[in-house]
């Protein structure tokens, strides 16, 4: 009998999270109007290093938002990953725009920079790189791309809040970018997103399309077609506090994925480090072994001992909706896809839970 399962993630509130809702409550500040509003979007633009933040109510909508910003329209191509979580196409295919699919590097399992420069056409307007599981995409070529070409750039950083390059928050490289905030991310507001960019103009579209267009010449008055993805006091009281906790949960995700790498040395799998120069959150940890079929057996040998772990994410473009939409051969995602896997990651693991899992995964090589 399993006495206990290990999740892959799990939050840690504190306190002051708790006394944060309670405010909102006490004080009837509930919907998304409030102190709290104002105080996280400050604090999240002087953490991450950018002139703007509008929060919204969760990180796919922050994509939605963050095209239409970009100024992306209806047939305009925009690259893409496609070993990403499926809302980073989701989002380009909300606005009649065309995702179109890069492979990924073996080595970084991020986009691959010569791949986006072999899919640029004369329709494409924008790049979306992800910072795919925490470790950030080496900028210094992508962004050269996109002024070569002349094209926006757009960081899907859903699952990397604190993840560096040198000293640069991502999310502060392109020209805009979004966050989400769901429960299994390193910070989280229950569900939330943000929407950040140095250029006041793009805020201004944001703030204005999440508000459902309001013109703000006259009550009600209302010039374009907008949307209700405002976030809500309640959510922002959640993220204030996390965001006053982030350097510790970010120490605590360095440390676990230390003891990891440590213990799974000399197994037949390869434990997915950062790249020099860059500082990942590890918001998950991944491990790649060399075969499909010793990936699933892995998986449920640590389902057995009450270790949950995830698969690594299906390429897009092997999806019914966007399979048509697929430009040659994408192997390394395909690759990456089949054999990767998701080790539990929440700060409020153990040092015993890691080494229980680390030992459990060397049990399976014996
Ligand atoms: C890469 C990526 N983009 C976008 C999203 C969408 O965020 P949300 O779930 O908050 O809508 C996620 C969510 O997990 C994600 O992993």
Same mark, same amino acid.
């Given at each position: 009998m399993i006495s206990r399962i290990i999740p892959v993630y799990e939050p840690v509130l504190s306190p002051s999270a708790r006394s944060n809702v309670l405010k909102c409550i006490d004080s009837n500040?509930?919907?998304?109007? /409030?102190a709290f509003i104002d105080g996280f979007e400050s604090a999240f633009s002087e953490y991450i290093g950018v002139a703007h933040s509008a929060s919204v109510c969760n990180g796919t909508v922050a994509l939605h938002l963050a095209l239409l910003a970009a100024g992306i329209q209806s047939g305009d191509e925009v690259i893409v990953p496609t070993?990403?979580?499926i809302a980073s196409v989701n989002a380009i295919a909300y606005i009649g725009a065309k995702p179109v699919f890069v492979d990924s590097l073996?080595?970084?399992?991020?986009?691959?920079p010569s791949d986006v420069e072999r899919k640029i056409t004369s329709k494409t307007k924008a790049i979306m790189v992800v910072h795919l599981y925490g470790q950030p995409v080496e900028m210094g070529e992508i962004m050269s791309i996109a002024t070569r070409y002349g094209l926006k750039l757009i960081e899907d950083a859903a699952e990397a809040? /604190?993840?560096?390059?040198g000293s640069k928050y991502v999310g502060?490289?392109?020209d805009v970018a979004t966050f989400s905030f769901f429960g299994?991310?390193?910070?989280?507001?229950g569900e939330g997103g943000m929407v950040v960019t140095n250029n006041p103009n793009i805020d201004a579209r944001i703030r204005k399309l999440k508000g459902q267009? #309001? =013109?703000?010449?006259?009550?009600?008055?209302?010039d374009e077609i907008g949307y209700n993805y405002r976030m809500t006091n309640i959510c922002a009281a959640i993220g204030l506090a996390q965001l006053e906790d982030a350097d510790e949960l970010l120490r605590r995700k360095r440390e676990i994925a230390l003891i990891y790498h440590k213990s799974l040395v000399g197994l037949p799998l390869k434990f997915f480090w950062e790249q020099q120069g860059s500082t990942s959150s590890f918001w998950m940890n991944c491990i790649v072994v060399d075969k499909p079929a010793v990936r699933d057996l892995l998986r449920i040998h640590l389902a057995n001992v009450g270790i949950e772990t995830r698969p690594t994410f299906y390429p897009a473009h092997t999806m019914p909706m966007y399979k048509?939409? =697929?430009?040659?051969?994408?192997p390394v995602a395909v690759s990456l896809a089949e054999r990767g896997i998701n080790l539990?990651?929440?700060? =409020? #693991?153990s040092d015993e839970d890691v080494n229980y899992i680390s030992e459990n995964i060397r049990s399976y090589f014996k």
């Open positions: 500040w509930i919907s998304s109007r /409030g070993f990403t979580y073996e080595s970084t399992w991020q986009m691959d809040f /604190g993840s560096r390059i502060s490289f392109g299994n991310k390193t910070i989280t507001t267009g #309001l =013109a703000g010449t006259r009550e009600y008055w209302h048509s939409m =697929a430009r040659g051969e994408y539990p990651s929440s700060p =409020a #693991l």
